[in-house]
């Protein structure tokens, strides 16, 4: 089946603050393995916020979007310090607590929050790889190619920024992004397998680190 000519001629640009809430609303929308984060998360605002905020309020840089006529479809976000992401995410969670009271579709999600904090996912050593990204496409966007994209011009802006390393987190569960991130030169250095989705999955999963060097380093052993 062919796709729509809307989706053929598409950009990938820098994002602006306009964007925040529509990357919010995507980062929703494929928040489960590339499906709705509804069945886990029933608070689509306070996910927005955690998901896509903190890129938007002060951490983010070289963020970019896949746009087709006129439409959003697809993003990558990083920041390529981890402290500065930190203390973003710590403004943003001060404000909403601040702002708005806690309903109860808040309150069933600190289930999968404070599973969160019982199996955290592994990471790679800050140190060495002080950025981080993740990226996501809507499903009648995928298999366009908008995920190298996208991709590519996070790295080529972090590469420009002089970041030695990058790296993210996935699952194993997540067949068609591993092979793009390994294609871009991304290696699994860390993995856990932990029962963080399985009230969801009905299995445990195996969550990994992948990483990358940007200044044509060897990526260190991890301990």
């Keep these: 089946m062919s796709r729509p000519a809307s989706l053929q001629s598409n950009v990938i640009r820098p994002t602006r603050p306009s964007d925040e809430e529509v990357v919010g609303r995507i980062a929703y929308q494929t928040g489960f393995f ?36 006129g439409e959003v479809l697809g993003y990558v976000l990083g920041a390529p310090e981890h402290e500065r992401y930190q203390a ?3 403004r943003v969670v001060a404000r909403r607590l601040s702002s708005s009271w806690p309903t109860r579709r808040t309150l069933l999600s600190l289930r999968y929050l404070l599973r969160v904090a019982r ?31 996208l991709l590519e011009a996070h790295l080529a802006a972090l590469q420009g920024l002089g970041v030695g390393g990058v790296q993210l987190s ?31 999955l009905r299995h445990e999963a195996e969550h990994l680190a992948m990483a990358r060097r940007l200044d044509g380093g060897p990526i260190p052993a991890q301990g």
Aim: some cysteine.
């Design 34 to 69: 590339g499906d709705s984060a509804a069945r886990y998360f029933p608070d689509s605002e306070l996910f927005a916020a955690l998901w896509a905020g903190p890129y938007f309020q002060g951490a983010g840089a070289g963020c970019y979007v896949a746009e087709a006529g």
């Design 170 to 200: 996935t699952t194993a569960e997540n067949r068609a992004a591993l092979g793009l991130y390994r294609t871009l030169g991304f290696e699994v250095v860390a993995s856990r397998r932990t029962p963080l989705w399985t009230p969801w």
């Design 119 to 149: 199996f955290p996912s592994p990471h790679a050593s800050w140190a060495a790889f002080p950025a981080h990204l993740h990226l996501n496409l809507l499903p009648a966007a995928r298999g366009l190619g908008l995920g190298r994209r």
């Design 88 to 90: 973003a995410l710590r």
